[in-house]
């Protein structure tokens, strides 16, 4: 079903919201000193391209005090505007029966897409244990 429903995202304009995340990951990545942003644009991208049957969780105690400064940069420049873009186009989404969970994965990309840093994405059939160093 999840592929089903990733295909109608790719048509409905999954294609374009990641070509759009890729493209801010390389122009991040041509700037030396934004070179995280622009990998975690590239994971957003990679999420926003195929976002069922995936979730984010935290990377867990990897993360370390430049993660937390890096998300409030982010979230100050971009993170605020992204996230009020995906509101703005799950809106129409929920408007139609079947743009409904595509409704709801756009929602699902909002708490990625304002504190990108120190967070992961993996599989959501199965168990995921952070590891702890």
Do not use: D, E
Request: aromatic fraction near 12%; charged fraction near 5%.
């Amino acid at each position: 079903m999840s592929a089903i429903l990733n295909v109608i995202w790719l048509l409905f304009g999954g294609i374009w919201l990641a070509l759009g995340y890729f493209a801010a990951g390389i122009i991040c990545c041509l700037l030396i000193v934004t070179i995280p942003f622009g990998v975690a644009s590239f994971r957003i991208g990679m999420y926003a391209l195929w976002p069922f049957g995936q979730t984010v969780v935290n990377r867990g105690a990897r993360t370390n005090g430049f993660t937390a400064v890096g998300n409030v940069i982010w979230l100050l420049v971009a993170g605020i505007w992204i996230a009020i873009g995906h509101v703005l186009t799950a809106i129409p989404m929920f408007a139609s029966i079947i743009g409904i969970p595509l409704g709801i994965a756009n929602l699902k990309l909002i708490p990625v897409s304002l504190a990108p840093l120190g967070k992961v994405i993996v599989p959501s059939s199965g168990t995921y244990l952070p590891t702890y160093r």
